[in-house]
């Protein structure tokens, strides 16, 4: 979890090698986090229930919809239905079946028990291809013919999701399907999971898409990468509305993310965290490379720790209240030095963003 103007990462380097980095790491963090952000909302808003990763098909390019699968790895998903993604970052791969699947059939129950009788996972019908209700109504005639252990349920992709939830619950639970999962997909993203959850709809698993895998509503952050120190001087930059502060910096993190914004050299406050760490000296790395997978599982650890942490007010779908870091007093008073070192009046504070 990371606050409005706190650096993310520092850059040590002879000034035409940090130049050169810069491309690739703006779009690398910025990107991903933007993904990262709209997919936490969507586990906040599901409120514990789980929620997988079904936007491969909709993200700008195979290479995004890696990062969003892996974005939504760090943040909690159950899943993904990228199975290249679930591979590569240890995570499950889920997937029901396709409309195109159902078509090919001359009766809507014989895709159905097709499609049960020979794939080897869970059983989600996909019902939705013609007309709703009906399809629930087929796939639990089809559900109560397996004899096997496995999970099952239904898929609803389309249409008023609330309302036919609960038909589909109603038509299940008369069949004996009360054990039958409900999964409902289609345009969804923490908005519309929120919508659901706030109406009690009997919804046991959600799949988002479009919306998240593109952080739709949202779909750039305004990052920056800024020169604060040159051969041990400290710069900044004083440009309306887009002022940095000068000099390394370090992040220190006490209960409930009230961050302190500080110079990298000052002594850490005995109740915080610094959050910045080294991680590379001389172009290498300063611990062993882990693997793709081993990285999700401790960036989900952290990010589990740091949600939290984090205030309840800061955590809601509408109307969050931001949370901003302090700034250490020796930070705004180096501000305010190399304010007035650059010929421009000192305001009094800090001026940070």
Do not use: W
Not at 88 to 108: D, I, K, L, P, W
Not at 139 to 148: F, H, I, P, Y
Not at 253 to 280: G, I, S
Request: hydrophobic share 40%; charged share 20%.
């Amino acid at each position: 979890v990371v606050l409005p103007g706190e650096p993310l990462l520092e850059v040590t380097a002879p000034l035409p090698e940090a130049q050169l980095v810069e491309t690739f790491l703006l779009n690398q963090i910025t990107y991903q986090t933007a993904l990262a952000s709209k997919a936490a909302r969507c586990v906040i808003a599901a409120r514990g229930r789980p929620v997988v990763d079904f936007s491969l098909r909709r993200t700008h390019g195979v290479e995004a919809g890696m990062h969003a699968a892996r974005a939504g790895a760090i943040v909690g998903f159950a899943g993904t239905s990228n199975v290249a993604a679930a591979r590569t970052y240890g995570v499950s791969a889920v997937g029901t079946m396709a409309h195109s699947f159902v078509e090919v059939f001359s009766q809507e129950k014989d895709a159905f028990r097709t499609f049960a009788r020979h794939t080897r996972g869970p059983v989600t019908l996909l019902v939705d291809t013609y007309d709703t209700d009906t399809g629930v109504g087929i796939a639990a005639e089809v559900l109560r013919e397996l004899t096997d252990h496995r999970a099952f349920g239904v898929r609803l992709d389309s249409g008023d999701l609330n309302a036919l939830a609960r038909s589909a619950r109603r038509t299940l639970d008369a069949a004996g399907m009360e054990k039958a999962a409900i999964i409902v997909s289609g345009g969804l993203d923490e908005y519309g999971i929120d919508s659901l959850i706030s109406a009690n709809a009997p919804v046991d698993l959600f799949a988002v898409g479009t919306k998240v895998g593109t952080a739709a509503d949202q779909p750039y952050l305004d990052s920056a990468y800024k020169l604060v120190e040159y051969a041990g001087r400290p710069v900044m930059k004083l440009s309306t509305a887009k002022i940095t502060a000068p000099a390394p910096k370090q992040v220190f993190r006490r209960r409930n993310c009230r961050d302190v914004l500080a110079v990298r050299d000052e002594d850490c406050p005995p109740d915080a965290e610094p959050l910045l760490e080294q991680v590379m000296a001389r172009g290498r790395r300063l611990s062993p490379q882990t693997s793709a997978a081993e990285a999700v599982v401790a960036a989900r650890q952290r990010f589990s720790t740091d949600l939290a942490e984090l205030p309840s007010a800061t955590r809601l779908i509408h109307g969050p209240t931001a949370l901003t870091p302090e700034t250490s007093d020796r930070l705004a008073r180096l501000t305010e030095e190399i304010r007035g070192h650059l010929g421009y009046p000192q305001t009094g504070g800090s001026q940070l963003p």
